[in-house]
């Protein structure tokens, strides 16, 4: 009888405090990309990453015209080059075809570097402040709305993009 009793104690404690946890639990919701558009001093950004993007594309330009330029020169001789020298220029034309892929490569991973590096003291920011007002409201879960992924947000949900804007103060 007492291990019956016990059982049933420990059952109505556990369904207590999931019952208490859940009671808990408040969802919120901000689209973060959206937020740190409208941040103030994401509106510097936008220009250092296109001026520091154009510096390879100025490249890949010159890059391009140099083999389009040997290109036309191959077709318009190759008629009267030796198979040596149409092999030797045709190599050419892959190395530097395959340079300026290699190029263009690694430029984009730079370009994806530096706008990471400009934009993570405005997300952090962005996320402090996300943080602040979640403590502020009580909220456990905050999730980001501006992903992909279709987003379900359950009745409770807060949307807190209005009180981030605020203390981040963004009108």
Known sequence: MRKVFKITLIA???????????AQTKIGYVNFQALIGQMPEAKTIKPQIDAYQKQFV???TTMNNELQTKG???QAQSATMTEAVRTTKQTELQDLQKRMQDYQ???QQ?????SNELVKPLSDKARAAVNDV?????ITYVLDSSQGTPL???ADGTDLMESVKAKLGIK
């Not at 730079?110 to 530096?114: H, I, L, P």
């Not at 979640?134 to 009580?138: L, N, P, V």
């Open 12 to 22: 109505l404690s556990l369904l207590f405090i999931g019952t208490f946890s859940r």
């Open 58 to 60: 100025d490249q890949l």
């Open 72 to 74: 036309k020169a191959f």
């Open 105 to 107: 490569a690694n430029a």
């Open 110 to 114: 730079q370009v994806d570097a530096k």
């Open 134 to 138: 979640a403590k502020e409201k009580g």
């Open 152 to 154: 379900l947000v359950s």
